[in-house]
């Protein structure tokens, strides 16, 4: 497991936006814990056509913190 910071992957909004949230993505939010070999899609609108693919760990100036679920 790896700790996500504010700004990457694991806690933006984004962060496998384009379904709904699992349970491994509310899990990560809740303990900023994420594991390395996780990856999601990023549904932000410039990324999304591209179907970008990322890491909890990934990072861009499009991060927008996610609310927290639960
Ligand atoms: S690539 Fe950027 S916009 Fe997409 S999930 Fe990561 S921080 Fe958010």
Redesign the pocket.
């Known amino acids: 497991m790896q700790h996500v910071h504010d700004?990457?992957?694991g806690l933006?909004?984004?962060?496998g936006?384009t379904h709904s949230a699992t349970e491994k993505i509310v899990q990560i939010r809740r303990t900023k814990e994420a594991p390395e070999t996780l990856v999601d899609e990023?549904?932000?609108p410039r990324?999304a056509s591209l179907h970008?693919v990322?890491t909890p760990i990934?990072?861009?100036?499009?991060?927008?913190l996610a609310h927290m679920i639960s």
């Open positions: 700004g990457q992957c933006c909004t984004h962060f936006e990023c549904g932000h990324h970008l990322v990934s990072g861009c100036n499009g991060f927008e």
